[in-house]
């Protein structure tokens, strides 16, 4: 392990040591937080009946279909905005709007349009998603120098051919660093949307056991929620980032 990982677990280790010696030197009900035995044990529980994994699983089979729905819809409708400059003055006030309220102001909505469940939750990862991305596409279209688009049209650029040649490649630095800003909020949206329009998944799971005072499966709810996305961004984002912004010279270390 290289030294820079092992120091970023430090914290980590710390924190664990505080919980495990918390009840040895406050007196308080079990109930508010566990011990660290407590929870591990739990923990083995739902492991070896498979729940916790079901519900990681739906979890995360959500946040990849609200991902597509929202850059799918997002990345096209962004650069069409983008390409006229007053069209993009016109509705930017409405897209600053939207992006304000994008994400769990949207769930009373979402349960009245869609019901308790799955759609309600998609949608509100893929409106989170949506006005994230279509922020970052719009920026990233629009910072592409008029000359570029001057050069490539006087050789004859245009419609799907000048996407692919100018705008897409010129654009994909911000879009890729979009990409890990919109999956961020999308995955706190999906957690919050579960929480109250969810019938399974690691929210659902979380603020179910609330109901019962099962505050050992609330910690390991929460400390699924952030181990996961700090697997995702560290294996999949990181590297990405990694092999496109920093190698391209936008990030100056």
Do not use: C
């Not at 069209?87 to 349960?111: E, M, R, Y």
């Amino acid at each position: 392990m290289k030294p820079r990982a092992f120091i970023g677990l430090i914290p980590f280790a710390l924190a664990l040591a505080a919980w495990a010696i918390l009840p040895l030197v406050v007196d308080y009900p079990s109930y508010m937080l566990p011990p660290l035995p407590e929870v591990w044990v739990h923990l083995g529980e739902i492991v070896g009946d498979g729940s916790l994994a079901g519900h990681i699983v739906r979890s995360l089979g959500r946040l990849a279909l609200g991902f597509m729905l929202g850059v799918g819809l997002a990345v096209p409708l962004g650069i069409a905005i983008a390409l006229n400059r007053h069209v993009a003055d016109t509705l930017k006030p409405l897209l600053t709007f939207l992006q304000s309220i994008a994400g769990i102001a949207w769930v009373p909505l979402a349960i009245i349009w869609f019901g308790i469940g799955i759609g309600s939750v998609v949608f509100v990862i893929a409106n989170t998603i949506f006005f994230a991305t279509l922020y970052n596409t719009i920026v990233g279209v629009q910072a592409i120098p008029q000359a570029l688009h001057r050069a490539v049209r006087s050789l004859g650029g245009r419609g799907a051919g000048l996407a692919t040649v100018l705008i897409l490649p010129g654009a994909l630095v911000q879009l890729i660093v979009g990409f890990r800003t919109a999956m961020a909020y999308g995955w706190r949206a999906l957690v919050a949307g579960e929480m109250i329009a969810g019938t399974n998944g690691l929210g659902y799971m979380t603020i179910e056991a609330v109901q019962w005072y099962r505050t050992e499966t609330v910690l390991l709810g929460m400390i699924a929620i952030g181990l996961i996305w700090l697997a995702m961004d560290r294996l999949v984002f990181v590297p990405v980032e990694r092999a496109t912004v920093q190698r391209w010279g936008i990030v100056q270390r």
